[in-house]
Structure formats: C-alpha cells, structure tokens
C-alpha cells in the first residue's frame, strides 16, 4: 500500500488535464472579462506562441525539479539503472519503450525527475516530445512544456537537435498505446524507421530506454487486433494521433513496481541523405541493442516463474 500522500500526489498528476480544464471554466464564468481572457490565451497560443515547435520550449525547473516528484517515485517503488555515462557534448535521441496507456514513466523519468535521472546527467538539456494536439489546450499546454515536453513533428525536433539539445521520443506511440495490457511487452518498432532516418540526418547518438511495469499500471478491455473494439480504436488513432483504450482499472494508474533502463549510447553516422539501405542497417542495430538491454535487465524484475513468458515482443 503506497503512502497516502503518494496517491495524492499521482491522483494529482494523472487527473491535471481535468483540473486545468475546471480552472478554465471558471475563469470564464466567474472572472471578469473572463470568456476574453481564455479566448486571447487560446488565440495566442495556436497561432502566435511557437515554443512548443522552437526546439527549446519554455521549460520552468522549479517545478521540473520539485521535491513533490519524490512521491510518485515511492508510489511506483520505481527505480533507474544508466548502464553507461552519457556525454553532455553529444545529442542525444532517447528511445523510451513502452509507450504504455499515457506514458508516464517518460513523464517520470525525463520530465518531473523523480529518479532523479536529470540530477545524475546535469548538464544534458533533454526535451520530450509528444503529439501536438497536446498543445491545443490551454494551461494544459503550458504544464506540458513548463516540464520540457515539445511537439513531435520532425521539424520540431530538428529544431531541438540545432539547439545542440537532446529529446526523448515514444515511437510506437497511440498505435502502441493499445497493445498495453498487463505482463506483457508488446512494442510497434518494426515499421517505425523515421527516428532513424532522423537520427543520421541529425548526427545524433542513439539511446535504446524501456521501463518494465509500464504496461501494468492499467488494465483495458480485450482488443485483439481484427476485433470491432479495434478497428474503431485504430480508425481513431488515425483521425485524432491519440488512442482512446477502454479502462476497466479506473484513472488512477496501479501502484505497481517499475525499472527504467538506459541504454548505451550507439554512435550513428552524419548522413545529410540516408539511403533506405542505410536506415535498414541501422534500425536493424537499434533493434538488436534493444533487444539485448531487454534481455539483460529481465531478470532483475521478474521472478523465475514471470521469465517463462517475458519476452519482448515486436509486433510491428
């Protein structure tokens, strides 16, 4: 059982979105002049703020590093292995599997730092990314990038890279999203070959990341792919870039333990034009690195029985 002010502090964080929406709405119905004020901060920030798209954001440390963040460490009984030290001349491109229901071991890990993974790397500047329908929300966008998350889109995070900054990327995304179920590590990789060709154009080193538990912190309906649950899950992926999975286990994530593993750096060539055989080469070594940190780090979650069927699984 969790303390309670660990629960708190997660009811706190996974139910923001809800409560920067209630602050919204009352400002516009009991602050003077407040329909203007929620209309111009909407205006201003779809058409004029470019800070999700700049490559640097707006990121306020104070609360990017507030003690509070220790909670959600105790609340997951969550813990970080780095195998090797990362250079803070190098670029870098995190790779974080799995994506999870709401990837929130990435918010943990590299935005609100509750292991403290930025205090270890000091002098590393690393922006998440996520998709940019985010950001069309106001005070919601601004916690977002008051925490170091930026938009997804290739340009933005070129703009990072020419920052001489380095960002954390969830490839399989929404698409992922709804391959999360219990015990299970099924990631979308195989078809997912941008971040690489990203990563040669940029001349940026690679970090393969995976946290075991991410998938046990919800449980969702059944939604085997060719199910009708599926397809219209999927058809929304497309339309909206969010995934819409159905929680039978409440909003509120599972107080489960979790491990998140860096990687190794792996050195990529600058190339201005990859060819497809080149991003072929290189996907084809991220995901034989990937495969190894799995393998090795396993163990130290799972118990002997769980091994039998711990596998990592790319599906796509």
């Not at 963040?69 to 292995?81: E, G, N, V």
């Not at 190098?90 to 930025?118: M, N, R, T």
């Amino acid at each position: 059982m969790p303390p309670l002010a660990s629960t708190a502090f997660i009811t706190l964080v996974v139910s923001s979105l809800v409560i920067l929406n209630l602050t919204l709405a009352g400002i516009w119905l009991y602050v003077p002049y407040g329909p203007y004020i929620v209309i111009a901060h909407f205006i201003w920030g779809l058409f004029i703020d470019t800070a999700p798209v700049n490559g640097e954001g707006r990121i306020f440390n104070f609360l990017r590093h507030n003690w509070l963040w220790h909670f959600a460490q105790a609340y997951f009984s969550h813990k970080l292995r780095q195998e090797a030290p990362l250079n803070p001349e190098d670029k870098h491109l995190f790779v974080a599997h799995p994506h999870g229901i709401i990837a929130l071991s990435s918010w943990l890990v590299f935005g609100g730092d509750s292991i403290q993974f930025q205090r270890n790397n000091p002098k590393l500047q690393v922006s998440i990314v996520t998709v940019g329908l985010n950001f069309m929300f106001p005070l919601w966008r601004d916690l977002l990038l008051s925490l170091g998350f930026l938009d997804a889109s290739y340009a933005s995070l070129r703009a990072v890279f020419k920052r001489g900054r380095s960002a954390v990327l969830m490839v399989g995304g929404s698409q992922e999203a709804l391959e999360s179920h219990p015990n299970t590590n099924r990631i979308v990789l195989d078809k997912r070959k941008g971040f690489i060709k990203l990563a040669l154009v940029s001349g940026v080193k690679v970090v393969p990341v995976y946290t075991f538990g991410e998938t046990n912190m919800f449980t969702q309906v059944a939604n085997p792919r060719g199910s009708w649950l599926r397809s219209c899950q999927e058809a929304l992926v497309g339309y909206l870039t969010i995934s819409t999975p159905l929680l039978t286990s409440g909003p509120l994530p599972k107080s489960t333990p979790l491990l998140t593993v860096i990687g190794e750096a792996i050195d990529f060539p600058h190339l201005e034009n990859p060819s497809s055989e080149d991003i072929e080469k290189y996907h084809g070594i991220y995901k034989t690195a990937l495969q190894k940190l799995f393998d090795k780090h396993k163990r130290d979650f799972y118990s002997d029985l769980e091994l039998q069927t711990a596998d990592l699984q790319i599906i796509a």
